[in-house]
């Protein structure tokens, strides 16, 4: 098997032991615990016909008059020191508590921004309950870890679909043309003070199945529209990025936005950032009714326990730009794990 990585520090479990502690160290240190949740009460009108539940990191369930899009699906948040020095699957007693079989039915897309593990652990597991003819929208090395499992879902490559900036992509259509998705060039910022792990990718089909956070490569990673679709046009459209990507990385041509505006953005809210360069370009062109920040909770943490902020300063001050950056009349909505909107 063919491996590339690219990585100041490759796969030390030493070195990334010590990374994701300072990591977790941080969580603590910062601000204050009732503004974020103050953030996370912030009122939301519901769409009747379009239905979002957030399960934590970048997993959402939207629900479009019962066709289903999930995205990056992981759930099971096993705790750090498993995670650094142990191995690591799916805790289905867990994932079972928290999304129901039933909840599955009725999914025609998965989407996934990178082929990390907290972005795609449990997908092989929820394929159990989703329906086999669910298109799974994926990058190369993510259909690579994949091809371990044999999944029954067809897997739809999206780098060679993807457009960027200037250029648009594909769509590629559920089967049953219900909803349908385009991938544009994103990128993964370093996860902690610059040092970016585990960013390389595969170009061979993996044999055994993954059981260490390291077997997660990256590969590409991008960002997408998706368009919930309704007599053969997009009633619903959302922008998804679960990776602050800054401009030009993860934006699309306007001129997309001449058939169906953005209801709504669904975009990470984690890490270190210069607003001028994410999230405002992608907010000045989306022009969304609202804007969802993901990704911005510790998934070392049980969703039994209230949610914690991996750094609450800057979510607070990401919140805040932010929210400068819409009418008053858009929410900004720091997705709380679990909740439905
Ligand atoms: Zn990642």
Redesign the pocket.
């Known amino acids: 098997m063919t491996t590339v990585v690219f990585s100041r520090i490759p796969t030390d479990p030493f070195r990334v032991l010590i990374c994701l502690l300072l990591t977790a160290f941080a969580f603590g240190c910062a601000g204050s615990r009732n503004s974020v949740q103050s953030l996370q009460q912030q009122p939301c009108t519901p769409d009747p016909d379009f239905h979002v539940r957030y399960l934590g990191t970048g997993c959402f369930l939207m629900d479009f008059k019962g066709n289903k899009l999930l995205t990056d699906p992981f759930v099971s948040n096993p705790r750090a020191l498993r995670t650094v020095a142990g191995t690591i699957g799916t805790d289905t007693a867990y994932l079972d508590r928290h999304l129901h079989k039933e909840d599955l039915q009725g999914v025609r897309m998965v989407t996934a921004g ?1 082929a ?1 593990y ?2 795609l652990l449990d997908l092989p597991y929820l394929c159990s309950h989703i329906p086999t003819d669910a298109r799974l929208c994926v990058n190369s090395t993510a259909k690579h870890i994949l091809a371990s499992y044999g999944l029954a879902q067809p897997i739809c490559i999206m780098d060679s679909l993807k457009g960027d900036s200037l250029t648009e992509g594909q769509w590629a259509y559920s089967a049953d043309s219900s909803i349908r998705v385009m991938a544009f060039s994103s990128l ?1 910022p370093p996860q902690f003070m610059g040092i970016h792990i585990l960013n390389g990718r595969l170009t061979e089909d993996m044999v055994e199945r993954p059981t260490r956070m390291r077997d997660w490569l ?1 590969g590409r990673t991008h960002a997408f529209l998706a368009d919930f679709m309704e007599n053969g046009r997009p009633a619903r459209r959302i922008y998804f990025s679960s990776s602050m990507a800054p401009a030009p990385f993860g934006l699309f041509p306007p001129r997309l936005l001449t058939e169906k505006s953005v209801d709504a953005i669904f975009i990470g809210a984690s890490g270190d950032h210069d607003a001028h360069r994410y999230p405002r370009p992608i907010i000045e062109l989306t022009r969304p009714a609202k804007v969802y920040l993901i990704h911005w909770e510790s998934f070392f943490r049980s969703k039994d326990r209230k949610a914690r902020a991996i750094n609450r300063n800057r979510l607070i001050r990401f919140y805040k730009e932010t929210k400068a950056m819409v009418n008053d009349s858009v929410p900004v909505i720091v997705a709380s794990p679990l909740r439905a909107y």
């Open positions: 990178h990390h907290d972005h993964h990256q």
